[in-house]
């Protein structure tokens, strides 16, 4: 059971240990992965997920590929090649490339070195949680007073980042200093990551929410039923256009519409440089089931074919502020010199 400060994945010796999150909340199953194989079906059958989380796995998995190639007397070239398979499970999520080019480097002094390294580039990730959820949930009770409803979208907490959460995290702190009235939860369709996940991480913290489903969202918003928005994301593009599980966008136009404040949470390993603005940033497909089928079973006709982005671009300008380990970045882009557009003005366009 993941309660604030447990470990959702972690390293044990000579291999990873980590919640299944595919099968929550009716059953808490541990997996042990063991191979490069075990890994990149984990992550992407979604067992691992989270964009922290991913960034973790990255670190482990040098690691993990390394052990198995002195098990199987890889090449170099194979464990190279291994190496990379992992790098590229997921394309949107740039915390796993980050995790894996973490360690890699530190590879040539040894797999004992690399274990290191990878476990204490673990603990950082976990720490930099802790943060962000001190610094977005100051900077929330800056904007409004009394204890806030705060409406959340998709699975941002202790499974999706190792420990306690981002825009979880921030909603976490806020419960702990008094100033939380209220969670809303997107269902987050088609892979339910708010209801399955998110409702079982609040209710083991003793936090008050409640759930709707994803098309409802904006419409709560319009009826004031939320003081502020906070998700989290898998890719923060050089402008600070913010790549986040689809249904992102939609809650995103709502709040600017409602005139509430829209908070991103996000580790400083989110921010990608190399990426100019969210239209360079590769959005994942899925397979067409996830969204014709429900829990294995299928609930549109024989022959239906379906569009399945995992994830949208919200632009910057929509965005009030994002909240990192270091800082709060409003009213500039996350990159200088970067471009944003001339009305990005975040923090002094909503109350």
Same mark, same amino acid.
């Given at each position: 059971?993941?309660?604030?400060?447990?470990?959702?994945? *972690?390293?044990?010796? +000579?291999?990873?240990?980590?919640?299944?999150?595919?099968?929550?909340? /009716?059953?808490?199953?541990?997996?042990?992965?063991?191979?490069? +194989? *075990?890994?990149?079906?984990?992550?992407?059958? !979604?067992?691992?997920?989270?964009?922290?989380?991913?960034?973790? @796995?990255?670190? !482990?998995?040098?690691?993990?590929? @390394?052990?198995? &190639?002195?098990?199987?007397?890889?090449?170099?070239?194979? !464990?190279?090649?291994?190496i990379?398979?992992?790098?590229? @499970?997921?394309?949107?999520?740039?915390?796993?490339?980050?995790?894996?080019?973490?360690?890699?480097?530190?590879?040539?002094?040894?797999?004992?070195?690399?274990e290191?390294?990878?476990?204490?580039?673990?603990?950082?990730?976990?720490?930099?949680?802790? *943060?962000?959820?001190?610094?977005? #949930?100051?900077?929330?009770?800056?904007?409004?007073?009394?204890?806030?409803?705060? /409406?959340?979208?998709?699975?941002?907490?202790?499974?999706a $980042?190792?420990?306690?959460?981002?825009?979880?995290g921030?909603?976490?702190?806020?419960h702990?200093?008094?100033?939380?009235?209220?969670?809303?939860?997107?269902?987050?369709?088609?892979l339910?990551?708010?209801?399955?996940l998110? $409702?079982?991480?609040?209710?083991?913290?003793?936090?008050? /929410?409640?759930?709707?489903?994803?098309?409802?969202?904006?419409?709560?918003?319009?009826?004031g039923?939320?003081?502020?928005?906070?998700?989290?994301?898998?890719?923060? &593009?050089?402008?600070?256009?913010?790549?986040?599980?689809?249904?992102?966008?939609?809650? #995103?136009?709502?709040?600017?519409?409602?005139?509430?404040?829209?908070?991103?949470a @996000?580790?400083?390993?989110?921010?990608d440089?190399?990426?100019?603005?969210?239209?360079?940033?590769?959005?994942?497909?899925?397979?067409?089931?996830?969204?014709?089928?429900?829990?294995?079973?299928?609930?549109?006709?024989?022959?239906?074919?379906?569009?399945?982005?995992?994830?949208?671009?919200?632009?910057?300008?929509?965005?009030t502020?994002?909240?990192?380990?270091?800082?709060?970045?409003?009213?500039?882009?996350?990159?200088?010199?970067?471009? &944003?557009?001339?009305?990005?003005?975040?923090?002094?366009?909503?109350?």
């Open positions: 059971m993941v309660h604030a400060g447990d470990a959702a994945l *972690e390293w044990r010796n +000579d291999h990873i240990s980590c919640i299944d999150q595919t099968v929550l909340p /009716h059953e808490e199953r541990q997996l042990s992965i063991t191979t490069v +194989d *075990e890994l990149i079906d984990a992550i992407v059958r !979604l067992a691992i997920r989270g964009a922290p989380m991913l960034g973790a @796995a990255g670190a !482990l998995g040098v690691v993990l590929a @390394a052990l198995q &190639a002195e098990r199987s007397g890889w090449s170099p070239e194979r !464990l190279r090649a291994e990379d398979r992992v790098r590229c @499970a997921r394309p949107t999520a740039v915390n796993l490339e980050w995790g894996v080019a973490e360690v890699l480097p530190v590879l040539r002094h040894g797999v004992a070195a690399a290191t390294a990878a476990v204490t580039t673990v603990a950082r990730i976990a720490a930099a949680n802790r *943060e962000i959820g001190d610094r977005g #949930a100051a900077y929330l009770t800056t904007l409004r007073d009394g204890r806030l409803r705060v /409406h959340t979208h998709c699975n941002t907490g202790a499974l $980042c190792v420990e306690w959460g981002t825009a979880l921030v909603i976490r702190t806020l702990e200093r008094g100033r939380l009235a209220n969670v809303i939860v997107d269902e987050t369709r088609p339910l990551q708010g209801s399955r998110t $409702c079982w991480e609040l209710a083991r913290a003793g936090i008050a /929410h409640q759930l709707v489903p994803d098309g409802a969202g904006p419409f709560v918003l319009a009826q039923l939320a003081d502020a928005v906070v998700v989290g994301a898998d890719r923060i &593009a050089a402008n600070g256009d913010v790549a986040n599980k689809i249904g992102t966008y939609g809650l #995103a136009l709502a709040a600017h519409h409602a005139r509430i404040p829209f908070l991103v @996000a580790p400083e390993s989110t921010i440089p190399a990426t100019p603005t969210g239209a360079s940033i590769p959005v994942e497909r899925r397979s067409e089931a996830e969204v014709t089928h429900v829990a294995g079973r299928r609930v549109a006709p024989e022959n239906t074919r379906a569009v399945n982005f995992a994830f949208d671009i919200t632009p910057a300008e929509l965005i502020a994002i909240v990192t380990e270091r800082r709060v970045i409003a009213g500039e882009p996350p990159v200088r010199g970067s471009t &944003a557009p001339a009305d990005v003005r975040p923090g002094a366009a909503r109350p």
